[in-house]
């Protein structure tokens, strides 16, 4: 090796470096631009989570509903307020009580009171 091949590796080892060096400091102080969090509105205030009941698995038309079949998941309260029909919150409201006929609850769907009859 001469002098000239020592002089080109010596740069390249170089330029190497320095590109490995950059890149680290650019994803050291790489921030995502959108982080989401879910639970916050655009005005940046927690939303208040509530319980409501779902079906725990797929229930037809007359159907009686009990404890059983029943399972809870949170919703956010903004969402529950902007509905146009009536889920129902209430377990009471629910339990012996029957499917409307005609009607079904797919597993894991939450109750509206249009499908619900005594």
Same mark, same amino acid.
């Given at each position: 090796m001469n002098k000239k091949?020592?002089?080109?590796?010596s740069i390249l080892v170089a330029i190497i470096a320095i590109l490995a060096i950059t890149t680290g400091v650019l994803l050291i102080k790489w921030e995502p631009k959108h982080v989401c969090d879910c =639970? +916050?509105?655009?005005? =940046? +205030?927690?939303d208040e989570l509530v319980k409501i009941p779902y079906a725990k698995k797929a229930l037809s038309g007359g159907t009686t509903i009990t404890e059983d079949v029943v399972g809870?998941?949170?919703?956010?309260?903004?969402y529950l307020a902007s509905?146009?029909?009536d889920v129902i919150q209430n377990i009471n409201e629910l339990?012996?009580?029957?499917v409307k006929k005609d009607t079904t609850i797919p597993e894991g769907g939450i109750f509206f009171t249009s499908q619900v009859v005594e």
């Open positions: 091949d020592i002089t080109i590796i =639970n +916050k509105t655009v005005d =940046n +205030k927690v809870f998941v949170e919703v956010n309260s903004e509905q146009d029909v339990l012996g009580k029957h």
